[in-house]
């Protein structure tokens, strides 16, 4: 397994350094945001996205992953990270959602990005969760689509709050569609605060799990993304969950909480989780 760091932490910094920063950290991998201020993909232009291919191949990082999930771009009063959610009752809006994934999924095959990562179907708003269940259904259909057009993986991430939040909704939307570029986006912290403790959701998840967000979460299990250490996480189980089921793609840590002092909170997750991981004898680097 590879560790990887998400710019979305950095809201203070363009891109390039952001990506100096996390190389000086000491990351091989870095999480892009789909998302001002470093990838709105609706506005990059040609040299903009060799800015990025440059400030990649000049810090020797790899991505891990395009993040389309946030749109800041579009500044929704209600919530930044959710809305426009697939589950719109305007279906205008909700085109903006699968127009903002479409590109971002091209966006990522034009970095060489393997996948990007979407909202689990968004806030349900008082609807009942079968019929916007299948509202998510159909509205992903076109971008799954894309997806396999453009050959990268697009993946969603259950969420607390949201339409998917457990791994049992995740399994029952999985029923409803397939694609080999469908998968799952395995955000542990997310996991540990609806009940589903990662070391046993690992297991049963298994190869759907194409990759990883990291963060701590109290225990009190609200939502809230904590350095790795602060919460209540057990990460030993859990790295030794996703050894046990052969997976060797990124682990991503995700901390857009700790955007007044990234360089800090990436230094500290970073330091914490490999020491854990070698304790417990996974292979992470």
């Not at 000491?26 to 470093?38: F, L, S």
């Not at 034009?110 to 708003?125: D, R, S, Y």
Request: aromatic fraction near 8%.
């Amino acid at each position: 397994m590879q560790l990887a760091f998400s710019t979305n932490a950095y809201l203070n910094y363009g891109f390039a350094e952001a990506a100096s920063r996390l190389a000086r950290i000491g990351y091989r991998g870095v999480e892009i945001m789909a998302d001002v201020p470093h990838a709105w993909p609706a506005y990059l232009l040609p040299e903009h996205k060799q800015a990025i291919r440059d400030a990649l191949a000049a810090n020797r990082l790899a991505i891990a992953n395009i993040n389309a999930f946030m749109m800041h771009a579009v500044n929704d009063h209600r919530q930044k990270y959710w809305h426009p959610s697939w589950i719109e009752p305007d279906v205008h809006y909700r085109q903006v959602r699968i127009d903002h994934t479409k590109r971002a999924l091209t966006l990522a095959k034009e970095l060489g990005a393997p996948c990007i990562t979407t909202e689990p179907g968004g806030p349900l708003e008082g609807r009942p969760w079968k019929e916007c269940l299948k509202l998510f259904v159909e509205m992903l259909k076109p971008v799954v689509e894309h997806a396999e057009k453009e050959q990268v993986l697009l993946l969603v991430e259950p969420e607390p709050g949201l339409l998917l939040e457990t791994a049992d909704q995740y399994l029952e939307f999985a029923r409803q569609i397939s694609s080999p570029y469908l998968g799952l986006n395995f955000d542990i912290g997310h996991a540990y605060c609806v009940q589903d403790e990662p070391p046993e959701t690992i297991r049963r998840l298994g190869n759907l799990i194409r990759h990883v967000h990291l963060e701590d979460i109290a225990a009190t299990r609200v939502h809230h993304h904590l350095i790795p250490g602060e919460g209540a996480i057990d990460f030993a189980a859990t790295l030794t969950a996703l050894q046990d089921i052969g997976y060797s793609g990124w682990v991503t840590i995700e901390l857009y909480t700790c955007h007044e002092n990234p360089d800090a909170a990436a230094t500290v997750a970073r330091e914490r989780i490999l020491r854990i991981a070698q304790n417990a004898g996974v292979a992470l680097e």
